[in-house]
């Protein structure tokens, strides 16, 4: 096959006849097909040569204007000139403006008057084809044109400086939040979109100027929506106009504005950075990996984090990471620096993912977390010691306790171990008067002493307070602990010099405990040496005491005396019962103290002694006080609406209820209620009571403030200053019991007595002697110029009814 016979032959060119003279249709097909056209068929009405032209799409129609009865050729032009776009050229004898008008209406490519010559008409045809080409040329080219804004997203703009006007078209339903279409806009409309000011002048001049412009700004749009909206536009001379495109760029100013953040926080994180390729070869890292490591990013590029980052030792936690693995991964790892130092380090490795799925690229970073570790183990230490004095605490005692406790179930030929149990002798007075930091210094001093005395394998821990435990590893003896004991209480008793110079020093009572001997668990282990504590503290204090059964019987007898107090108030056990007060000089009663007695449901009669300093440890003094205090009242109201006069009561009160916030304001409230004077009511407080600083100190000057009387009970028998009463407003001292016992025989207690009732009277106070039973007593206080007596001699304590007996009775 030759090359010419291989080429296709060029198509012909399709015509359409429509013309009612069959006769004239059919000398025109002959003449068009000698000329080569190819004529698709012959149409003789308005229907025929649109159907005709719709199903065979000739390349032209020849439109003949009048068919007859056929219709007209003009409304069949236009349905195929605008609705199959097809060309038409007209074949009429018609030519008449009216006829001509309506021809024209179709747009047609030709129009040609019979009788035809076919020369002419030939002519016609190929102009009107040349025309067609290069208008279907145009309209594809204005179509690949808008296809390009389209997929751009381009806006076009036309400035028109003469008439002030811009012309749009293109893609502006993301610029003017309306659809794509060509409209006109007048300067200052199109201006005011944009937001700056300095920008909406730029532009003006330079379109104004005709020169280019150039510009990305924001640009808000009719529904209020703020874009960036990037111009671009040139003067072109020939045209005089100022043409150039508009674009929608809010996406990639967000874009941008989110990677200069991202390198921002490149830069400037904490955390080192490292941009690995699929390989986990180094690409890129940040400010901080070189701060963190010393290393230079330069110095390890392309290098593996494995082969200078990491640090290969025994028990770490190795991360393997397979080519293409998609799953971010963090984990502790110990790193290495430049120097060769270590640091322990908060790893993570995400893979970045292209827009197809496909792996790109790794980020490793990685945190410094030495401080952190550091912190940990300061938090350790915290939870484990005590904060003062460095020694263990509850919680580590615990541990080592059961740590100990199962140690020893296991290894039975080590023994077993001990508890001691310590509490400092009468450290909340020294707390007390000489303030919290001379009995902090005493504490650390101790746990001092503890630290350079005990065992490698002992355990030293304040349990709080003034409370230490010293657990004893493998002890095999009472002897032995005992023996420490010993040391211990020396060491405790050594005088301790503070750092505001005084030195103070005190003693301790210690309990012993031995696992298994005396307790089977870690509880029952502390209960035990507790218990034997409270031994050695009611044996004398400062000394040891080792646990028995007959302790722990006791201890059981002290907690079910505690709990039938607190039910004493409930079940109405507690009674007041009251001593009179006489007048050696007449032998009146001018007054009476309140004393407290309880009667057990099931014990009877329990003593003071044993119930008193028990609530005065477990605070159950404050619920007791405040109802002693209102039953006084109660008795005396009675008293008063009977018409007896029972003088001056007094009732005791403890250092715990003078502490108490607003504890004058409630005696003041207890006696407005019963309808009482102040001046009825005597408060007696012990010496230990002023040891318990500021509060009691106001506690007593608004008590005094109120009218109500204040005695000192058992004055002579505590360790307080004689300066002290200088600044208290006391009303009256009370000689202690004890002192008046031996009045007759004992030289040293007549010296007290004397010195006592001397400074009384000097210093304006009243005086009053306890426990005055013979009439030796009597006579030798009438000497010393005490007139107020209690004791066995006159009344002991009476309930409140037989009391009130001897009151009618001596009305």
């Given at each position: ?193 944009i937001e700056e000011s300095e920008v909406r002048q730029s532009i003006d ?183 003062l004095t460095g020694l263990g605490n509850r919680h580590q005692l615990d ?373 005055v039973e013979t009439e030796i007593q009597r006579t030798i206080l009438l ?29």
């Amino acid at each position: 096959m030759d090359t010419e016979t291989s080429l296709a032959a060029p198509r012909p060119i399709r015509v359409q006849i429509v013309e009612d003279e069959l006769i004239f249709a059919y000398d025109l097909r002959q003449n068009l097909e000698a000329l080569g056209y190819s004529v698709t068929g012959i149409a003789s009405s308005e229907q025929q040569a649109v159907d005709l032209a719709a199903r065979e799409r000739p390349d032209l129609v020849l439109m003949d204007i009048n068919l007859g009865r056929g219709g007209d050729g003009t409304r069949a032009a236009k349905q195929v000139s605008h609705q199959l776009h097809l060309p038409v050229i007209y074949l009429t004898a018609y030519a008449g403006d009216d006829i001509l008008q309506r021809a024209i209406e179709a747009a047609p490519y030709g129009y040609v008057l019979k009788p035809i010559q076919i020369v002419e008409l030939n002519a016609t045809i190929r102009a009107a084809l040349a025309r067609v080409e290069e208008e279907r040329k145009t309209r594809r080219a204005e179509r690949r044109f808008r296809l390009a804004m389209e997929a751009g997203r381009f806006g076009v703009m036309e400035f028109d400086a003469a008439r002030r006007q811009f012309e749009l078209d293109g893609f502006m339903e993301s610029i003017l939040a309306q659809p794509s279409q060509s409209f006109t806009v007048g300067h200052d409309a199109f201006l005011r979109h944009i937001e700056e000011s300095e920008v909406r002048q730029s532009i003006d001049s330079l379109l104004l100027a005709g020169r280019m412009v150039q510009v990305c700004t924001a640009w808000r749009r009719d529904d209020g929506e703020r874009i960036w909206l990037e111009i671009h536009a040139s003067y072109f001379p020939e045209e005089d106009r100022v043409v150039g495109i508009l674009r929608d760029v809010s996406e990639r100013v967000q874009a941008e504005e989110h990677l200069r953040q991202a390198a921002v926080v490149f830069e400037t994180t904490g955390d080192g950075i490292l941009i690995l390729d699929r390989e986990q070869r180094v690409c890129m890292g940040n400010k901080a990996f070189e701060r963190i490591t010393g290393w230079r990013v330069q110095e390890v590029l392309g290098q593996r984090p494995d082969d200078f980052l990491h640090a290969s030792r025994s028990g770490d936690r190795r991360r393997v990471v397979a080519t293409d693995d998609q799953d971010s991964i963090q984990v502790e790892i110990t790193c290495r620096r430049r120097d060769n130092s270590l640091f322990p380090a908060w790893e993570g490795l995400s893979p970045v993912i292209d827009r197809v799925g496909k792996l790109t690229h790794y980020v490793l970073t990685f945190c410094d977390i030495s401080a952190l570790r550091s912190v940990e183990s300061r938090l350790t230490h915290v939870a484990l010691h005590d904060a003062l004095t460095g020694l263990g605490n509850r919680h580590q005692l615990d541990i080592c306790l059961r740590h100990n406790i199962a140690r020893a179930a296991s290894r039975v030929d080590d023994g077993g171990f001990g508890l001691l149990f310590i509490d400092l002798d009468g450290f909340k007075n020294i707390n007390d008067s000489l303030g919290h930091s001379v009995g902090d210094e005493m504490l650390v001093e101790i746990a001092r002493r503890f630290r350079t005395t005990l065992r490698q394998n002992d355990v030293a821990v304040r349990m709080g307070g003034d409370e230490f435990l010293i657990l004893l590893d493998q002890l095999r003896s009472t002897e032995d602990a005992m023996a420490l004991c010993r040391k211990l209480l020396a060491l405790i008793s050594e005088p301790i010099r503070t750092s505001v110079g005084q030195t103070v020093s005190t003693t301790a009572s210690i309990g012993i405990a031995l696992f298994p001997e005396h307790a089977d668990s870690a509880d029952e282990l502390v209960k035990a040496a507790d218990t034997a504590m409270y031994a050695a503290k009611a044996a004398g204090r400062n000394r040891g005491a080792v646990f028995s059964q007959g302790l722990a019987r006791r201890a059981l007898e002290r907690l079910q005396l505690e709990q039938g107090l607190r039910q004493a108030i409930v079940r109405g056990e507690l009674e007041l019962q009251w001593q009179p007060v006489i007048d050696l000089r007449d032998g009146r009663i001018i007054g009476a103290e309140a004393l407290l007695r309880w009667n057990h449901g099931d014990s009877g009669r329990i003593s003071p002694e044993r119930f008193i300093p028990l609530a005065e440890e477990t605070g159950l003094i404050l619920p007791i006080g405040d109802w002693v205090l209102e039953q006084a009242c109660r008795n005396a109201a009675d008293w008063k609406a009977q018409g007896l006069e029972p003088g001056r009561l007094a009732i005791n009160v403890s250092a715990l209820q003078l502490q108490q916030e607003g504890y004058a304001e409630r005696v003041g409230e207890a006696l407005s209620r019963h309808g009482l004077s102040p001046e009825m009511l005597e408060l007696e407080l012990t010496e230990s009571s002023l040891q318990h600083g500021e509060a009691v100190q106001m506690a007593l000057h608004k008590l005094r403030a109120l009218g109500v009387y204040l005695a000192l009970d058992d004055f002579g028998t505590g360790f307080s200053s004689l300066s002290m009463l200088k600044f208290l407003p006391l009303t009256r001292l009370k000689i202690d019991r004890s002192f008046i016992r031996d009045l007759a025989t004992d030289p040293n207690d007549m010296a007290i007595a004397r010195t006592i009732a001397v400074m009384a009277m000097t210093m304006g106070l009243e005086v009053t002697a306890e426990g005055v039973e013979t009439e030796i007593q009597r006579t030798i206080l009438l000497g010393l110029n005490v007139r107020e007596v209690q004791g066995w001699l006159y009344h002991p304590a009476l309930p409140v009814g037989k009391f009130t007996e001897l009151l009618v009775a001596r009305r």
